[in-house]
């Protein structure tokens, strides 16, 4: 089991179990991980909002976590998650939804304005 300091974040890749799509990058600490091996939901560190976050809790957009992958160096984790809506706060199944040159390749799910009554 990895053991994550208090005062630490991790990144944390989250992919489709299914596909192997990326659907976003997040950050854990020691809490978020606890949390998510408990209730099988992802929980993340939000660094703007400086708070534990349930994926999904605001949108409704939750990932169930299927496997938990830690890397050789124990410094990155990798969720499969089964993602229940978009992944995105913008509304697209994956936040990586856009080329370099910004063209649009990906699928927008919901709409975020309704989702966030912006």
């Not at 703007?48 to 976590?65: A, D, F, H, P, Y």
Request: proline content about 3%; aromatic content about 8%.
């Amino acid at each position: 089991m990895i053991e994550i300091p208090d005062d630490k974040l991790i990144p944390a890749v989250v992919q489709d179990w299914k596909t192997g799509e990326v659907l976003m990058l997040a950050y854990m600490n020691s809490i978020a991980l606890s949390r998510t091996l408990e209730t099988g939901v992802a929980h993340y560190w939000s660094r703007s909002r400086g708070k534990l976050w349930r994926k999904g809790e605001t949108s409704g957009n939750e990932q169930i976590v299927k496997e938990i992958l830690i890397d050789c160096d124990e410094d990155a984790i990798l969720l499969k998650v089964e993602q229940r809506g978009g992944a995105c706060h913008t509304g697209y199944r994956s936040c990586f939804y856009r080329t370099l040159d910004g063209r649009i390749v990906g699928e927008r799910v919901f709409d975020p304005d309704e989702v966030y009554k912006r």
